[in-house]
């Protein structure tokens, strides 16, 4: 898995891989410029499009004058736009790619930008070597940038945003961001998107290992990964091996949340799946989902469960449920929805729950229960203290999902999709962790091939479905996930 690691310690990155790989510096810096030029040309831009590359004094602008050399070589019409005052040092990467910048490349000042004369911007201004406050001169030189009409790709981070904090300035709008090596922490910001525009992430060779070696408790969760955290079932696995789990979900108006549940369960593998449910209410569970049983409460012996998950339409006023659920159970259990919002009103209740339990808050979900917050970086922080503090995991739920373990690990997921902004996707999420769970995945095991696999399950229905995605659509995408990941 990737770790996330600071921006200000890129350099020591940088100089252990070139000691570890022998290489050069400009070599990485190379690997960069062409693993941007090939996305670059892999997208449909038209080959007569005129292309400007904004390039800063250091080793972004490096990464600048090394794509435009490459994608003027590859028959673009590029024009380079220096951001910096004649005779300014530029970093020793930077001037070494200066000096290769070919003829066919115009070279002018920033100033002499006019954005009507382009048809995609290239942002090498400022990366991860950002200090302090922006100064005047950057200000007017984002604001040039932001005045263009057309696609902007930023190279390793919008200019302007520090690489792992939150700015009170304006920096450059991206419709692309194209970052090296792992994501940089500011980027899987909710309040940063409107920088960011969609995250690509450019292999340039450094190892999973080498950024093992650096400190930091932030990783990046992707496709190739989550096979290995997956249980392997011999040829003899019988239903008992899946799981028999229990979902306490469902009252009287809102009996969809427990459908959707249930069944994205039996998708992802359950072998027996049941519904604590009021009475009143069995037909419908009955009736459309013939695999499930149902229990009520007088009758329900919760030991006998290897999972529980608690909260899809529960309704809020079920306290006395989720009582009785936190008393008579003590395995890890997941707590979803209406079991949040009572958890928020009710706190003497959080430690009840037993150990290695998961919380999956939305947003609002989350400030219910710890209060309002100014920042992810403030949620990171908070959720990381409450997660040590009484061994829970908390997943907070949304574009890129923070999975926050019990360790103090915390881990951004890379799929998903804004078409699963939809009712009832959070009670298929539930279902799919509360499953693995009773699959006998240990909680870390459980949030990660959920977390993902229910993103990759919305990417999927929404690149059919698109904006008319609903959650049905992605709870019958599951078994297409176990597919790609090449899980039988
Ligand atoms: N392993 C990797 O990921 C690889 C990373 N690589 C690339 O290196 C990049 C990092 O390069 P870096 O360290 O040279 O810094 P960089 O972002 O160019 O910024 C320095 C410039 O910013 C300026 N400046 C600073 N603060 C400012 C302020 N407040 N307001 C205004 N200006 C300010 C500063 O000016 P100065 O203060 O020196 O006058 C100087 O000109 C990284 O993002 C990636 O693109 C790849 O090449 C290879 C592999
Ligand atoms: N823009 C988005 N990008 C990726 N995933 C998203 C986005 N919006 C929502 N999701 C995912 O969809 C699910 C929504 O859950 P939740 O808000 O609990 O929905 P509901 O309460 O309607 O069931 C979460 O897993 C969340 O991560
Ligand atoms: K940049």
């Given at each position: 898995m990737l770790k996330i690691i600071k921006g200000s310690d890129v350099r020591h990155l940088d100089s252990l891989h070139i000691q570890r790989k022998g290489i050069s510096s400009?070599?990485?810096?190379?690997?960069?410029?062409?693993?941007?030029?090939?996305?670059?040309?892999?997208?449909?831009?038209?080959?007569?499009?005129?292309?400007?590359?904004?390039?800063?004094?250091?080793?972004?602008?490096?990464?600048?004058?090394?794509?435009?050399?490459?994608l003027s070589k590859l028959g673009w019409k590029v024009t380079l736009f220096t951001c910096f005052e004649p005779g300014t040092l530029l970093s020793p990467d930077a001037k070494s790619n200066f000096d290769l910048v070919p003829s066919a490349v115009r070279l002018q000042s920033w100033k002499e930008f006019n954005p009507s004369s382009f048809d995609v911007l290239i942002d090498a201004y400022l990366g991860v070597g950002l200090k302090g406050e922006l100064r005047k001169e950057a200000k007017d030189i984002i604001q040039a940038i932001n005045s263009f009409q057309g696609q902007v790709l930023s190279v390793d981070v919008p200019s302007g945003l520090p690489s792992d904090s939150n700015c009170s300035w304006e920096c450059v709008r991206a419709s692309h961001t194209l970052t090296f090596a792992f994501p940089k922490l500011a980027l899987l910001f909710p309040e940063n998107a409107q920088f960011t525009?969609?995250?690509?992430?450019?292999?340039?060779?450094?190892?999973?290992?080498?950024?093992?070696?650096?400190?930091?408790?932030?990783?990046f969760l992707q496709k190739k990964d989550v096979p290995n955290y997956h249980r392997k079932f011999n040829r003899f696995a019988h239903k008992g091996?899946?799981?028999?789990?229990?979902?306490?979900?469902?009252?009287?108006?809102?009996?969809?949340?427990?459908?959707?549940?249930?069944?994205?369960?039996?998708?992802?593998?359950?072998?027996?799946?049941?519904?604590?449910i009021p009475e009143s209410e069995r037909f419908i569970i009955q009736s459309s989902l013939p695999e499930t049983m149902v229990v009520f409460e007088d009758q329900v012996d919760y030991s006998k469960f290897d999972a529980i998950g608690v909260g899809p339409g529960l309704g809020i006023d079920s306290v006395e449920v989720l009582e009785k659920v936190l008393d008579n159970y003590s395995s890890p259990m997941v707590l979803d929805a209406d079991a949040l919002t009572i958890l928020s009103k009710h706190k003497?209740?959080?430690?009840?729950?037993?150990?290695?339990?998961?919380?999956?808050?939305?947003?609002?979900?989350?400030?219910?229960?710890?209060?309002?917050?100014?920042?992810?970086?403030?949620?990171?922080?908070?959720?990381?203290?409450?997660?040590?503090?009484?061994?829970?995991?908390?997943?907070?739920?949304?574009?890129?999902?923070?999975?926050?373990?019990?360790?103090?690990?915390?881990?951004?997921?890379s799929s998903g999709s804004r078409f699963m902004a939809t009712a009832g996707s959070g009670d298929v999420l539930t279902g799919m962790l509360t499953s693995f769970l009773g699959q006998g995945y240990s909680p870390e095991q459980a949030l990660i091939c959920g977390v993902f696999q229910?993103?990759?399950?919305?990417?999927?229905?929404g690149k059919e479905k698109l904006r008319s995605t609903i959650a049905s659509d992605i709870l019958e995408a599951i078994p297409e996930t176990f597919k790609q990941l090449s899980i039988s």
């Open positions: 400009l070599l990485l810096m190379e690997n960069a410029a062409l693993g941007f030029a090939e996305w670059f040309n892999s997208q449909s831009y038209l080959g007569n499009e005129r292309v400007a590359v904004f390039c800063g004094a250091g080793n972004n602008g490096g990464d600048g004058f090394a794509i435009a050399r490459l525009g969609e995250l690509v992430v450019i292999d340039i060779g450094i190892e999973d290992s080498e950024l093992m070696e650096i400190d930091s408790d932030y990783f091996d899946f799981g028999k789990i229990l979902l306490v979900a469902g009252s009287k108006g809102k009996m969809g949340a427990a459908y959707l549940s249930a069944k994205s369960a039996l998708r992802t593998g359950s072998g027996l799946v049941t519904c604590l003497n209740l959080i430690k009840k729950v037993p150990k290695g339990s998961i919380l999956t808050p939305h947003l609002s979900e989350f400030e219910r229960l710890f209060g309002k917050t100014d920042s992810h970086l403030e949620r990171l922080k908070i959720a990381k203290e409450f997660c040590l503090h009484y061994s829970l995991n908390v997943l907070i739920k949304g574009a890129n999902s923070v999975i926050c373990l019990v360790d103090g690990r915390q881990i951004f997921n229910h993103g990759l399950a919305g990417e999927i229905a």
